[in-house]
């Protein structure tokens, strides 16, 4: 029986300890309604301290900044951001965090297009990429054993240069910069980087926090990167670091699926998988500026389809400032002019 007692009352006092030694259950309180606000807009953050803590200082930090309790979202990212409070009590400092959804505060425009030229387009193509360069198409297929890089004249389809990728890879998107050529895989966690006169392969480079590659295009000095989500990633070309990311939102809330991205005046247009709208993005924050409805176009393709066939490839023509727009497996490259509707 004295065991038993000796057991029970240390048993007993174990847990008291370790309940005196839990750290209090501090929150992060905000006035935004379900933690989402607009862009530009002001939010109160204020601590929820049940147990009545007491408290020295609060230091509260949107993405790792420094931010005041009236903080202002004027110039901040869309998405969910990272809000943390560091929280002095005695000498010990509580961490409390929560995550703030940063919406754009307007709905993006719809734009439209008119048809400039049709061009044919090797409809065994699944295409995944496409960029001109210094005035010639350069094309990334996908699918495993079929995954090419080739380089076509737009306007007859004739395949110029064209190299086969291993079997254990499934291309995605490319992008060309300074003479080199970028192309994603799907996901093998790699990149390849080719010379863009030869073809001839320069080496790879491997992904961070991105778990697959889907798209890429660039700004004439660094990478912009999709995975299948709504995040598009920044990448260095020297270390291929992801240096920055932006998340792509509406006025509503996310616009994920982005695959396809290519460069244009400033703006990253990004096809929208299984989907024929295309989203015009501001690269500086990630809001969705406008939204292209190519569907007029799937009309004209006669193996279309939604799950399979879909919509895929944008590419940006400087010297006709136009933009040429095809698909996978299609049989036609369209060249349009875009506008607000």
């Given at each position: 029986?004295?065991r038993?007692?000796?057991?029970i009352?240390?048993?007993?006092?174990?847990?008291?300890l370790?309940?005196?030694s839990?750290?209090?259950?501090?929150?992060i309180?905000?006035?935004?309604?379900?933690n989402t606000?607009?862009v530009?807009?002001?939010?109160?953050?204020?601590?929820n301290?049940p147990?009545?803590?007491?408290i020295n200082s609060?230091?509260y930090l949107?993405?790792?900044?420094?931010?005041?309790?009236?903080l202002s979202l004027k110039?901040?990212k869309?998405?969910?951001?990272?809000l943390?409070a560091e929280?002095i009590?005695?000498?010990?400092?509580?961490?409390?965090?929560?995550?703030?959804?940063v919406?754009n505060?307007?709905?993006?425009e719809l734009?439209?297009?008119e048809?400039i030229?049709t061009?044919?387009?090797?409809?065994?193509?699944y295409t995944?990429?496409?960029?001109?360069?210094?005035?010639e198409l350069?094309e990334s297929?996908g699918?495993?054993g079929?995954?090419?890089?080739?380089k076509?004249?737009?306007?007859t389809?004739?395949?110029?240069?064209?190299?086969?990728l291993k079997?254990?890879?499934?291309?995605?998107?490319?992008t060309?910069?300074?003479?080199?050529?970028?192309?994603?895989?799907?996901?093998?966690d790699?990149g390849i980087?080719?010379d863009a006169?030869?073809?001839e392969?320069l080496?790879?480079f491997?992904?961070n926090?991105s778990?697959?590659?889907?798209?890429?295009?660039?700004?004439?000095?660094?990478l912009?990167?999709s995975?299948?989500t709504?995040?598009?990633?920044?990448?260095?070309?020297?270390t291929?670091t992801?240096?920055d990311?932006?998340?792509?939102?509406?006025?509503?809330?996310?616009?994920g699926?982005?695959?396809?991205?290519?460069?244009v005046n400033g703006?990253?247009?990004?096809?929208?998988?299984?989907?024929?709208?295309v989203?015009?993005?501001?690269p500086?924050?990630?809001?969705?500026e406008?939204?292209?409805?190519?569907t007029?176009l799937?009309e004209q393709?006669?193996?279309y389809?939604?799950?399979?066939n879909?919509?895929?490839?944008?590419?940006?023509?400087?010297e006709?400032?136009?933009l040429f727009v095809t698909?996978?497996?299609?049989?036609?490259l369209?060249?349009?002019?875009?506008?607000?509707?």
């Open positions: 029986m004295i038993i007692k000796h057991i009352f240390t048993s007993l006092a174990v847990f008291l370790n309940c005196g839990e750290k209090p259950q501090l929150s309180k905000t006035s935004a309604k379900n606000a607009i530009g807009e002001s939010v109160k953050l204020s601590l301290n147990d009545g803590v007491s609060i230091t949107l993405e790792g900044e420094k931010v005041s309790e009236n110039n901040v869309l998405g969910k951001q990272d943390v929280v009590s005695g000498n010990d400092t509580i961490i409390a965090e929560s995550k703030l959804i919406l505060d307007k709905r993006p734009y439209t297009f048809i030229n061009y044919p387009h090797d409809p065994t193509s995944q990429g496409l960029e001109f360069y210094k005035g350069y297929t699918q495993f079929e995954s090419k890089l080739r076509v004249d737009y306007k389809g004739e395949v110029l240069k064209s190299i086969d079997n254990g890879y499934f291309a995605e998107g490319l060309i910069l300074n003479d080199k050529i970028y192309q994603l895989t799907w996901q093998a790699t980087i080719y006169n030869t073809f392969k080496g790879i491997r992904y926090q778990k697959e590659g889907w798209g890429l295009c660039n700004d004439g000095k660094n912009y990167k995975d299948g709504e995040q598009v990633w920044t990448l260095n070309t020297n291929f992801e240096d990311k932006i998340e792509v939102y509406t006025n509503k809330g996310k616009l699926r982005l695959n396809e991205l290519e460069w703006k990253i247009y990004a096809n929208i998988y299984e989907n024929t709208g989203a015009i993005v501001n500086e924050n990630g809001a969705t406008a939204v292209i409805d190519f007029p799937t393709i006669a193996n389809s939604s799950n399979d879909v919509l895929n490839g944008i590419a940006y023509n400087p006709t400032e136009t698909g996978k497996r299609w049989d036609k369209f060249e349009v002019r875009v506008f607000k509707k």
